[in-house]
């Protein structure tokens, strides 16, 4: 599982160029990441304001997007409920408006990678959703479905519940894109509801892949479970052990057949 942490998103975004501070440029530099792992293709999990860049690789490069989960996306402030586009609009930094865009209701989750992110400045979009026109092109409405293109990649869409700041009003969606509501949810579903959504994401994949994924784990680590369900030797089931055999042949025909 590899994170891609775009351009103007660390230390120093405000030396970064403002070529880079788009979402042709972040599609681009997702793309490269691509890429550099050498595989045909990849699944794609974007949550929030990666959705735009997400979308945009989809349509210059979809044999590379294997499946595409979007988290409680959105592009412009017009995507979200009317006190959180209000919220952001007023916040008088990137580090106040992220408190807003990073809401969560687990209590764990100030002390978790949420309260990195949020310090980390936003992310190289974040300026144009605080600036006058609220951000870039909106995903709201019938644009979601306009931005998927007919593309036929099997896409998640999972929001959070009432305490989401997404508004969720997407219509004319195609048959490819599965939705899930996590009720208990805020902005975060990965968080707030970490075993849900990995169980829903597992589902997912299955239906994608056509493979069965081994559900004998405890989804204690994400990490450990993305990496289950993305292997092609799932790390839940372990090698078999053919010493018992007493010949090579024997031995042989153990290890290459299941």
Wanted: glycine letters at 10%.
């Amino acid at each position: 599982m590899v994170e891609v942490t775009f351009a103007g998103s660390a230390a120093g975004a405000d030396e970064t160029s403002a070529a880079l501070l788009s979402v042709g440029s972040c599609a681009a530099q997702l793309q490269a990441a691509v890429r550099a792992l050498n595989v045909p293709a990849v699944h794609v999990i974007a949550h929030g304001l990666g959705a735009p860049a997400a979308l945009a690789l989809l349509r210059a490069q979809p044999a590379l997007i294997r499946s595409l989960a979007l988290v409680s996306p959105y592009g412009s402030a017009f995507d979200l409920k009317p006190a959180a586009a209000e919220a952001v609009r007023s916040a008088r930094s990137s580090a106040a408006a992220g408190a807003t865009l990073l809401q969560t209701t687990a209590l764990f989750a100030k002390n978790s990678c949420v309260a990195d992110a949020a310090a980390a400045g936003g992310g190289p979009l974040l300026a144009q959703l605080l600036g006058a026109t609220g951000g870039g092109a909106r995903l709201g409405g019938r644009a979601l479905a306009d931005a998927l293109g007919g593309a036929e990649t099997p896409v998640l869409l999972a929001t959070g519940g009432a305490a989401d700041i997404v508004e969720p009003d997407w219509s004319a969606l195609p048959a490819s894109v599965t939705r899930r509501t996590f009720s208990l949810a805020g902005h975060l579903p990965f968080v707030d509801q970490r075993e849900d959504f990995l169980i829903g994401y597992a589902d997912f994949l299955d239906g994608a892949d056509g493979v069965a994924t081994n559900r004998e784990l405890k989804f204690a680590n994400p990490v450990t479970t993305l990496k289950e369900l993305t292997s092609d030797r799932p790390l839940g089931a372990p090698p078999k052990d053919c010493a018992a055999f007493k010949t090579d042949a024997a031995r042989a025909y153990c290890e290459n057949n299941p």
